[in-house]
């Protein structure tokens, strides 16, 4: 089993850049296909970006393609999300998660394993 904590979170302007971190404890964050999703205020919680555990796949939401990057460093036993040209509608809790299922284009959006316990964005206009 494993542990995800995300950082990272923050107050920004509309268009300024965030760095998400999610740190693996537990078991080695390579073993995982990890995701990153986000919630806001009154809303579900959706997918925004995945990564396989090769980091040889990789999908992003419509709304975030161009301006959110994913990637791991498995070494490091680490997950990120760049986010630039934040938008007002980007403000969500985000979560970072992993599975064992083996993602592809078909399912990375669907509901993962195991998460962490958010961390808020919140961008102004």
């Known amino acids: 089993q494993v542990q995800l904590v995300e950082s990272g979170g923050g107050l920004v302007q509309a268009g300024d850049s965030l760095r998400l971190s999610c740190a693996a404890s537990?078991?080695?964050?390579?073993?995982?296909?990890m995701g990153w999703f986000r919630q806001a205020p009154g809303k579900d919680r959706v997918a925004v970006a995945a990564i396989n555990a090769s980091g040889g796949r990789i999908y992003y939401a419509n709304s975030v393609k161009g301006r959110f990057t994913i990637s791991r460093d498995n070494a490091k036993n680490k997950v990120y999300l760049q986010m630039i040209s934040l938008k007002p509608e980007d403000t969500a809790v985000y979560y970072c998660a992993a599975t064992t299922r083996g993602i592809s284009e078909f399912n990375w959006f669907r509901p993962y394993d195991y998460w962490g316990q958010g961390t808020q964005v919140t961008v102004s206009s």
């Open positions: 537990g078991r080695t964050v390579s073993s995982y296909d």
